[in-house]
């Protein structure tokens, strides 16, 4: 059973809307979440995340709010651009553990049409 | 980003052949994973080393044999893999023990087992 899901497979916005990208999860013990980018025959690129104990991280047009009660988790971006268009995971990492190990979602393909 | 490179980008192998994955990482941290992409599934963890030790495997079959010789190389083994073994190894390495620090990815290897 999947721990991180990104239920919706692709997302398509025009250029200069908002792009909303959307996560659940279900282990309570998740304490810091992150979105990494994806571009075609590239590694997953770190983009940005949030500790527990905040609700909100921006960083320029990116934006993570994070809903613990609801254990959902979403990534703005404000304005998109056709740069923007990509395959972005999130990924979340539970408290214990030597290593921290990431859990990750499927992936959500974000297109932005000009 | 060439924090973290891989090598061969792409791979084509029998299932009788040896073959090994290498990874490199710049950035001067003490830990570095191997994780598995298969079409339309999420990231797979497959091992984490920590400080050079194995810390992790998860459930991985013993035809995939990981090394880590010092903190910033590690190898994928390969022996008598399978079809279903074609997938996208991608290998990632953080910096453990200064609070919340992203994995940070190669471009991953594509492997194609014939």
């Known amino acids: 059973d999947q721990q991180v899901k990104q239920n919706s497979p692709s997302l398509s916005v025009q250029e200069g809307r908002i792009s909303i990208l959307n996560c659940d999860y279900t282990n309570s013990m998740f304490d810091y979440f992150l979105w990494y980018k994806k571009y075609p025959a590239e590694g997953p690129t770190f983009l940005i995340s949030i500790s527990s104990i905040k609700d909100k991280n921006e960083d320029g047009r990116f934006t993570v709010f994070l809903n613990k009660s609801a254990k959902h988790l979403s990534l703005h971006i404000v304005p998109s651009q056709p740069g923007d268009s990509a395959v972005y995971f999130c990924?979340?990492?539970?408290?214990?553990?030597?290593?921290?190990?990431?859990?990750f979602g499927s992936g959500t393909q974000l297109t932005v049409l000009p | 980003e060439t924090g973290v490179t891989q090598t061969p980008r792409h791979l084509v192998m029998g299932m009788t052949n040896k073959k090994s994955l290498k990874c490199e990482q710049h950035?001067?941290?003490?830990?570095m994973y191997w994780y598995k992409q298969s079409a339309k599934k999420p990231l797979e963890l497959m091992f984490v080393y920590n400080f050079k030790e194995q810390t992790e495997n998860n459930s991985v079959p013993s035809r995939f044999s990981p090394e880590c010789p010092n903190s910033s190389h590690l190898f994928l083994h390969l022996h008598t893999l399978q079809p279903e073994d074609s997938a996208l190894y991608l290998c990632?390495?953080?910096?453990?023990?200064?609070?919340?620090?992203?994995?940070?990815f190669g471009d991953g290897t594509r492997l194609s087992i014939l």
């Open positions: 990632a390495s953080s910096q453990l023990g200064t609070g919340d620090q992203p994995q940070h």
């Open positions: 950035l001067g941290h003490n830990a």
């Open positions: 990924a979340a990492r539970e408290g214990s553990g030597s290593a921290r190990q990431l859990t």
